[in-house]
T-cell receptor, first 115, second 113 residues
């Protein structure tokens, strides 16, 4: 079975540019999560969706960050304009709805470098 | 806000030695999950503990959930080079049906062959 698929795997761009990260969750999963991982701050939840609806975006750092989930099989995380401090690994994860908290399945991540 | 603390931050062992990482929450957890992230990889779910005092084993890995459900540990017996990676614990943010997890900063395990 295909896992969570993220693209691109690596992105290097100059500050001020728009960056779009993409995610395809596991088919049938109800929840989709976007995380950012840095050495300093660890793994931080940015936003999560349930059935394509954003539930909690309190982790989104600034208005420069936005996320959408137009359908059950696709989500994007956009940074505009990008800044060097946005450099990090961005993970998408998905999970099933169920009693209690279900395991989260992570994609391979996008390694983002803003110059 | 709710915090999940892990110690130690780093641990280097000789192959064959045991390893333990500890996780402590500032609040009572309904459950706790453990993940492993290999260098350059992504977090991979290992296990979930739900009951107070629960102990689960996966081969050489032993997971425990404290009686008060505020702490947990992962113990690896006789480490191997394949155990290298960062081990994270994660607990649900308290309140309602929130599906958010708070991750600890992780313990990076390196194993000298």
């Amino acid at each position: 079975d295909a896992g969570v698929i993220q693209s691109p795997r690596h992105e290097v761009t100059e500050m001020g540019q728009e960056v779009t990260l993409r995610c395809k969750p596991i088919s049938g999963h109800d929840y989709l999560f976007w995380y950012r991982q840095t050495m300093m701050r660890g793994l931080e939840l940015l936003i999560y969706f349930n059935n394509n609806v954003p539930i909690d975006d309190s982790g989104m750092p600034e208005d420069r960050f936005s996320a959408k989930m137009p359908n059950a099989s696709f989500s994007t995380l956009k940074i505009q304009p990008s800044e060097p401090r946005d450099s990090a690994v961005y993970f998408c994860a998905s999970s099933l709805l169920g009693q209690g908290h279900q395991p989260q399945h992570f994609g391979d991540g996008t390694r983002l470098s803003i110059l | 806000g709710q915090q999940v603390m892990q110690i130690p931050q780093y641990q280097h062992v000789q192959e064959g030695e045991d390893f333990t990482t500890y996780c402590n929450s500032s609040t009572t957890l309904s459950n706790i999950q453990w993940y492993k992230q290999r260098p350059g990889g992504h977090p991979v779910f290992l296990i979930q503990l739900v009951k107070s005092g629960e102990v689960k084993k996966q081969k050489r890995l032993t997971f425990q959930f404290g009686e008060a459900k505020k702490n947990s540990s992962l113990h690896i017996t006789a480490t191997q080079t394949t155990d290298v990676g960062t081990y994270f614990c994660a607990g649900p943010v308290s309140g309602g049906s929130n599906y958010k997890l708070t991750f600890g900063k992780g313990t990076l395990l390196t194993v000298n062959p």
